[in-house]
């Protein structure tokens, strides 16, 4: 690997990290240290709702005291809105997006009653551009939505190829190239109204301006890829590899969470514990990889 390679791990301070989130922050340090390359941390913190300052200060606490170092400055995501709303412009502009004001109940109806039996992907289409105006003028609440046919008629031959080179899951890791499959999310959503924009669009376009290479992160997320993989190719981005870890299981055989029993790092490091503990909880939890889907 050259010794740009560059990693990152980016927390979303809605919450206090736990082991789940040390382990994979030292995946991520581990390999930038091996690899001589950089280390990058980046705050998701578009969800304002969800967000609390006191959650990112001790991400900061706990990370240095995890023993990580990072580049300066750290890139907040919620000082960059209009970073991300330029690329969601530039999909509209291109024709691929297209606001969808369906409510939660309508929309789980129209999974429910898909023609070809229930579907877990929403797949809508635009209204009429007069109707569009008159939900616009009234005032409804909207997402607005990728349009996945567009996407494909738009990418052409290259649709065929997307995927991605994963370098991790499995427990020897190196699974190889995975086709992308981004029908298993549909027409995500890109932007709501009320809440501002969407994760799959932030995070790929970070990535790219943050020169990431070696995207790290748990097997939970790597269902995200096959349709972040169309994002970068729509917007020309260029596309990371990608090393999706096992995750943490609990001693009731389910995935680590607090729920289960996860300790907060804040309160391990408040209790006095070495790092070597922190460490030897993971190696003791660390499940299978998760198999690609
Ligand atoms: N912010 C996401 C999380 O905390 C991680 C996103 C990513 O690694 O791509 O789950």
Request: aromatic share 8%; glycine share 10%; hydrophobic share 40%.
């Amino acid at each position: 690997m050259s010794a740009d390679a560059t990693f990152r791990f980016a927390p979303s301070p809605t919450g206090l990290l736990h082991l789940g989130h040390a382990y994979s922050a030292l995946f991520a340090w581990d390999q930038a240290c091996a690899a001589g390359g950089r280390f990058l941390l980046r705050i998701e913190d578009i969800d304002t709702t969800r967000v609390r300052p006191e959650y990112e200060a001790a991400i900061y606490d706990d990370l240095a005291w995890l023993g990580l170092a990072w580049e300066e400055p750290v890139l907040r995501q919620s000082d960059h809105g209009a970073t991300y709303r330029r690329a969601l412009d530039h999909l509209t502009f291109l024709g691929l997006t297209y606001f969808c004001f369906k409510t939660r109940s309508e929309l789980a109806q129209d999974l429910l009653s898909a023609p070809h039996g229930p579907q877990s992907a929403y797949v809508g289409a635009p209204l009429s551009p007069d109707e569009e105006a008159e939900k616009l003028a009234s005032g409804a609440p909207y997402a607005v939505r990728l349009s996945l046919s567009k996407a494909k008629a738009f990418l052409g031959a290259q649709w065929t190829e997307l995927g991605f080179e994963e370098r991790g899951l499995g427990p020897d890791g190196e699974t190889g190239w995975i086709g992308a499959r981004p029908e298993l999310h549909g027409d995500i959503v890109l932007a709501r109204k009320a809440l501002g924009l969407a994760y799959h669009l932030c995070v790929v376009v970070d990535d790219a301006r943050q020169g990431v290479t070696e995207v790290t992160r748990g097997c939970d997320l790597q269902d995200a890829t096959h349709i972040q993989v169309v994002l970068q190719a729509l917007l020309g981005l260029p596309r990371p590899t990608y090393r999706h870890h096992g995750l943490l299981m609990g001693e009731d055989g389910k995935r680590l969470a607090k729920r289960n029993g996860a300790p907060a790092l804040r309160d391990l490091r408040l209790a006095g514990a070495p790092v070597s503990d922190v460490r030897a909880l993971i190696a003791q939890r660390v499940g299978v990889g998760c198999s690609p889907r």
